[in-house]
């Protein structure tokens, strides 16, 4: 029933909210942030700003509505956030149920294989799906699953350190590479007991 299911959701998208509030105030004061609400429609609630108080306030405004078009979602927030300077990073919170997208799978990984941002997927009771983890994998992000909810905040901490404690580095390819080639890209590090995440490659 509408009960019963609303009993289920709301306790869940009250521990999102508490979370993403969490990485909000976490991240420095330079750093800019933006809301992109995925339900029967995939909304951008709040452009990119650094009012943290605007993004917060919109927060916990949201209500669970709808299906997840999840693939849409994750274009339409790659879309949105590509076009801004600096470092960039999209946190996506889902249980990792696809319904009713208009783009597909394969969609989602040739727009991310283009982009330099970073994806932090994060499923919610469920387990990584293989796209979350591909996702991850091609942009240097890192997936998790929370079993529990109540583990979200942390989740959010610590994505938000990540991003705070990262290393840009550059190269020079011995081959100049045609345009529109996938280049495949490993990092390595020789200090024992250290693991690199970084983004698997780039398209020239």
Known sequence: ????????????????????????????????????????DVEVAVPLTNDRRAVDT???????????????????????????????????????????????????????????????PIVVERKVTTLFAQLAALTGGHAQRIRDVRDLPGAMRRIASELRHQYLLGYQPARTPRAGEYRRVQVTVTRPGHVVRARAGYLA
């Open 1 to 40: 029933s509408y009960g019963d299911a609303q009993a289920v959701i709301q306790p869940r998208l009250a521990a999102v909210q508490r979370g993403g509030r969490e990485l909000l105030w976490e991240l420095g004061d330079q750093d800019r942030t933006m809301l992109v609400a995925i339900g029967s």
């Open 58 to 120: 919109a927060l916990h405004g949201l209500d669970a509505w709808g299906s997840t078009a999840l693939h849409d979602a994750v274009i339409t927030a790659f879309d949105a956030i590509e076009p801004a300077p600096g470092r960039r990073a999209l946190v996506l919170v889902s249980d990792g149920m696809e319904k009713h997208s208009r783009r597909t799978a394969d969609e989602v990984l040739a727009r991310v294989r283009a982009s330099d941002v970073l994806a932090y």
